[in-house]
């Protein structure tokens, strides 16, 4: 159990991380308009969070003039859900966290397509080095946590459907569940 809610932690603070991440690069960019290094960074690792912010984007609404904190109030919450063990809320988190990793990717894959002219029947374009990294392992770390998040309710729900009954070792319990009683028709 531990270690399904390290990994729906993980992967949930790694993809608020990210947005937290660029929003602070967007922000960075304001501040230091001339500073080669905040360019760099906005345009070599974060330059996939531009499709989530163009128009007709599902992402977009989160990338309001208050984005930055509100991810920041989001890890601060993930990490008390952690601390705390709260596994409703991490399984939570983990699944709008892949949710929103898949709209990313997808956004940013749209933008590829319609960008792109070439002859062939599909366009022949790869992301930069940069952006592929921080988009895989945003899919990677969401998934991992999804998953995990799954996997561990059936498990939950599997231990509960074949659990025996509390009161299986007495004599007057009646039941199928009970080791005595036979399941004839």
């Known amino acids: 159990m531990l270690r399904t809610i390290n990994i729906?932690?993980?992967?949930?603070?790694?993809?608020?991380?990210?947005?937290?991440?660029?929003?602070?690069?967007?922000?960075?960019l304001d501040v230091f308009p001339a500073s080669p290094f905040v360019w760099y960074l906005n345009l070599r690792f974060f330059g996939v969070f531009e499709a989530a912010r163009?128009?007709?984007s599902a992402l977009q609404p989160l990338f309001q003039p208050d984005a930055l904190e509100v991810a920041l109030t989001l890890l601060v919450i993930l990490v008390l859900?952690?601390?705390?063990?709260?596994?409703?809320?991490?399984?939570?988190?983990?699944?709008?966290?892949?949710?929103?990793?898949?709209?990313?990717?997808?956004?940013?894959?749209?933008?590829?397509?319609?960008?792109?002219?070439?002859a062939s029947l599909l366009p022949i374009t790869?992301?930069?080095a940069g952006e592929?990294?921080?988009?895989?392992?945003?899919?990677?770390?969401?998934?991992?946590?999804?998953?995990?998040?799954?996997v561990s309710f059936v498990h939950a729900v599997m231990r509960e459907h074949f659990a025996a009954p509390p009161d299986a070792d007495r004599?007057?319990?009646d039941g199928p569940f009970h080791p005595d009683v036979a399941l004839t028709p």
């Open 8 to 28: 729906q932690f993980f992967g949930s603070a790694v993809v608020v991380a990210a947005f937290a991440a660029a929003e602070g690069a967007v922000r960075l």
């Open 54 to 56: 163009m128009d007709g």
């Open 81 to 118: 859900a952690r601390i705390r063990r709260l596994r409703f809320g991490l399984a939570l988190a983990a699944n709008l966290s892949f949710v929103a990793t898949l709209f990313l990717a997808e956004g940013v894959l749209r933008g590829m397509w319609i960008e792109t002219r070439s």
């Open 126 to 128: 790869i992301l930069p």
């Open 132 to 150: 592929s990294v921080t988009l895989v392992t945003m899919v990677l770390a969401s998934s991992m946590a999804f998953f995990a998040s799954h």
């Open 171 to 173: 004599d007057d319990v």
